[in-house]
């Protein structure tokens, strides 16, 4: 497929904590990437938005504010998709997926393609900090409190069996923390442990095959940058050992991004600050330059 990209700029801290993911939109364009596209979009946040403090712990942090920032967000794609542009949207944390979900919602009913090392599927009483970008999956399929599942009364964002999540490797973690279990879902799930028994091309084949069923307007395609391994990927803030390479990432990402019924790619986690020489970021551009059939020139 061939895409005119728009770069939204979604640098929110919202979800976890001002750690050095909110760099990320800049030290990937600082990089090189994607700039023959037009000029960037920026959502912006505040980190004086950033609390560490929840009412109890049945609460999201942040939830306010992450709301807020959701609406924002979604009206922002909303405007890139109705000029006929593929939006490409540089977090931020993970609770960027919000805003993401809720733009296609209001168009019809869509998909997700959720490549991320963590299942993201706490409730906000088994999440240890009551932090969004642990519970983002489990949000947008309508899992946990009003303010963030009922935007605009359009609960779920997204349905479970819509739904194809690749790559976590955090299950011991989740179950120890009391998280919900996201194999109890009808989320589609393959593991990283499924990608390496089965392969990358055969657990494709069945995402895609679960993505461009009829009843899909389209699908977005998220991108956690922790799913690669923590031996080649260390500039992330919540580190589990394992993972994938970069040319397992590109191939899962080009083969998302080239049908007919993408329509839209969220990057999260990457921390810049995590990266003095700034080698790992180039190896991220490259592998998403790849990813969207981009000559490096």
């Known amino acids: ?177 009391g998280s919900q279990r996201i194999e109890d879902s009808a989320i589609h799930c393959f593991d990283l442990a499924a990608i390496q028994s089965k392969g990358i091309s055969a657990v494709l084949n069945e995402a895609i095959q679960q993505l461009t069923v009829t009843e899909l307007a389209g699908y977005w395609v998220h991108f956690d940058v922790d799913v690669l391994a923590d031996s080649i990927m260390p500039a992330v803030d919540y580190r589990i050992p394992g993972g994938i390479s970069f040319d397992e990432a590109t191939e899962i990402l080009q083969s998302l991004l080239q049908t007919s019924k993408a329509c839209g790619l969220s990057i999260t986690i990457f921390n810049p600050k995590l990266d003095p020489t700034g080698k790992l970021t180039q190896q991220l551009v490259d592998c998403l330059h790849r990813a969207l059939l981009i000559n490096k020139t």
Do not use: W
Not at 16 to 31: D, H, M
């Open 1 to 177: 497929m061939t895409y005119t990209y728009q770069l939204i700029e979604a640098p929110s801290i919202l979800g976890p904590k001002p750690l050095g993911v909110e760099l990320l939109p800049y030290a990937l364009q600082r990089n090189g990437f994607l700039k023959e596209s037009p000029t960037p979009l920026l959502v912006p946040t505040e980190v004086t938005d950033f609390s560490d403090k929840r009412a109890s712990k049945y609460d999201v942090l942040n939830a306010d504010k992450i709301a807020e920032y959701t609406i924002q967000l979604a009206e922002v794609i909303g405007q890139v998709r109705a000029k006929k542009l593929f939006p490409v949207v540089l977090g931020g944390d993970c609770s960027i997926l919000l805003g993401c979900m809720l733009a296609l919602k209001k168009d019809g009913v869509y998909g997700l393609a959720h490549v991320d090392a963590h299942a993201d599927f706490y409730q906000p009483e088994a999440e240890p900090y009551g932090e969004a970008a642990s519970m983002d999956l489990a949000l947008v399929v309508g899992r946990g409190p009003a303010l963030l599942t009922d935007i605009h009364q359009l609960k779920p964002y997204v349905q479970e069996n819509h739904v194809v999540q690749l790559g976590q490797r955090d299950a011991d973690e989740a179950d120890r923390a």
